[in-house]
């Protein structure tokens, strides 16, 4: 009988899930302890209307005031602009961090938190060599109270300890993993998602299911993880196509931010070992594809062309996707899924190629950056395979 392995398992976020639980969020932070609050953001956001319906819940309630709205972030959580929020909570003397957005914002707010408990003005002095692996005992708590409300169902970054951090000069997407970046509090509030364009809910659905898939088959992965893998698996597989096609559905929209939420702690506390982020990553790095869209692309081709890494979970993977046959074979059975995975994306409307041709040198240099992604220093990709996996993601140059 094999011994079990030991792991550990942290979520140290409230989640408060339903349509109108933003209105807590006032409360939330008195409950904290605080007085002066910013929302960390982005422009589209303000733009839609999505800040204002949270921004006046403050006018309401009283009690703590809403000093500034930080509304820089950009599509990746990139180093300069967490320098530069970071400068802007700490010149306007706030104690309490507001976080409105998908994952780029979320992730961005997650490095302010880290330079701020840390006493640091710059990222890149928290994660030499483009990794900031600040597990227990290194990651202390920070604090610095947060409210974070997720707009996209996708990452379900307001609960992981992970954050993926965008260096612009190595065109490298960085990761940390800390213990306390996570939000205090997670409010998912479907009304704040039901306005998300059919491509951006299909793109962040990949996402979280990417999490999911990930998460379980990850040779780190354990049986806590795999039950939140699968029950987030079987919740996108039936709810995605719903909220993709029909926007305003808040049963599907609720369900998939739980999904997304679920999907992220299997993925977390799966060992770093995800051949389809690796390759998302570099996407995202060098072309600045929006991670979703990368995600989504990269799953199909490496089941096509890495089946042994998942054959190990290859009957949970059926189940999960609802994938009926007799046959035991994993072979077989990763074949069914990945039909499955297109099935889906076809569903949503999701191209699983990516429109950006490539010619020879640029294939030569996703390759160096698939190879040197943080994340392939735990799990590589046999050079063969990312060949393989650039030639069917990318279409040829003409």
Known sequence: ??????FVWEYKTLVEVG???????????????????GIITDQGLVQAGIVDMVKDIFVMQGGVKLVGIYDKIEQDAGMRLINDCARW??????????????????????????LLGMGETDIKKLMPGNLGPYIRPLGQPLGVPSVFIPTTAGTGSEVSPLAVIYNEDDKVKGDVMHPYIAADIALLDPDLTVGLPPAMTAATGLDALGHAVEGLTSPEANCMADALSIQAIKLIVEYLPIAVNDGKNLEARTKMLAASNMSIMGFAMGGMMFPIHNVAHAAGGQLRIPHGQAVGVGMSACMEHMPWHYMPKAQELADAFGVKTSSNDSVELVALIRERVLQLMKECGFKPQFEQPLDAQGKEIMLGAIKGDP????????????????????????
């Open 19 to 37: 349509s109108g639980c933003r209105t807590f969020t006032a409360q939330r932070f008195m409950e904290m302890g605080c007085k002066r609050v």
């Open 89 to 114: 909570y700490r010149e306007n003397a706030l104690d309490g961090m507001l976080v409105l957005g998908g994952g780029s914002v979320m992730d961005s707010a997650k490095g302010v938190k880290m």
């Open 375 to 398: 994340t392939a220093m735990l799990y590589p990709i046999p050079d063969d395979t990312i060949k393989s996996i650039i030639n069917t993601v990318f279409p040829e140059s003409k």
């Open 1 to 6: 009988m094999a011994i079990p392995k030991y």
